[in-house]
């Protein structure tokens, strides 16, 4: 089955302790991105990457990094996790941006 | 720069009747447009994608129409069932902006009464 996997899909912390949220896609994609979702906010990217070799910032990557060291995987790192990063993130994935894209999940989480 | 609209934020309809969610674009520079379903607590699931150059896209009772000219899109819903409740997204990728993401409007929920 073609999908987008995220891990965790709920998870709570304390502030300043490192994680990783995975996000995994099988259909080949070159195109993934990750946002995140706030009430009243909406959906706001954080980075992208159209191929293993290039990745940028979207809108609110303070306090986020990422890595591509292959195609199928894209995971959001939090190096020190603060209260204002308490949110929904989706992981996305396309065979480019403006094909349709395919979101995961998402993980829900809660820093303390 | 882009934004986008959508009205209303909420709508509740009884089962069976036909409905238009509206999506609203600033920028006409849009390589395509694209409605997405999200259930409470859950992911976006793609319902259509309309290119900039078509007018309409259909699947099973949805139906998707675009008009760049005046930034508008219409999902129309026929016959609306209980399972069609949810959130409802239209975003774009604009193409005069050199980032590569999606721009979301804000949602319609729509709650479809038995």
């Known amino acids: 089955e073609a999908q987008v996997t995220q891990n965790p899909r709920y998870l709570i912390t304390v502030t300043g302790k490192k994680l990783t949220v995975t996000c995994s896609q099988n259909?080949?994609?070159?195109?993934m991105s990750w946002y995140r979702q706030d009430p009243g906010l909406g959906l706001r990217q954080i980075y992208y990457?159209?191929?293993?070799?290039?990745?940028d910032k979207g809108d609110v990557p303070e306090g986020y990094k990422v890595s591509r060291k292959e195609k199928r995987n894209f995971p959001l790192i939090l190096e020190s996790p603060s209260p204002n990063q308490t949110s929904l993130y989706f992981c996305?994935?396309?065979?480019?941006?403006?094909?349709?894209?395919?979101f995961g999940p998402g993980t829900r989480l809660l820093v303390l | 720069k882009q934004e986008v609209t959508q009205i209303p934020a909420a709508l509740s309809v009884p089962e069976g009747e036909n409905l238009v969610l509206n999506c609203s674009f600033t920028?006409?520079?849009?390589?395509?447009l694209q409605w997405f379903r999200q259930d409470p607590g859950k992911g976006l699931t793609s319902l259509l994608l309309i290119q900039s150059s078509q007018r309409e896209q259909t699947s099973g009772r949805l139906n998707a129409s675009l008009d760049k000219s005046s930034g508008r899109s219409t999902l129309y819903i026929a016959a609306s069932q209980p399972g069609d409740s949810a959130t409802y997204l239209c975003?774009?990728?604009?193409?005069?902006?050199?980032?590569?993401?999606?721009?979301f409007g804000s949602g319609t929920r729509l709650l479809v009464r038995p």
């Open positions: 259909m080949n994609h070159e195109y």
């Open positions: 990457s159209m191929n293993v070799e290039v990745t």
């Open positions: 975003a774009v990728p604009p193409q005069m902006d050199s980032s590569y993401k999606l721009i």
């Open positions: 996305a994935s396309s065979l480019s941006f403006i094909e349709t894209q395919y």
């Open positions: 920028d006409s520079a849009i390589y395509n």
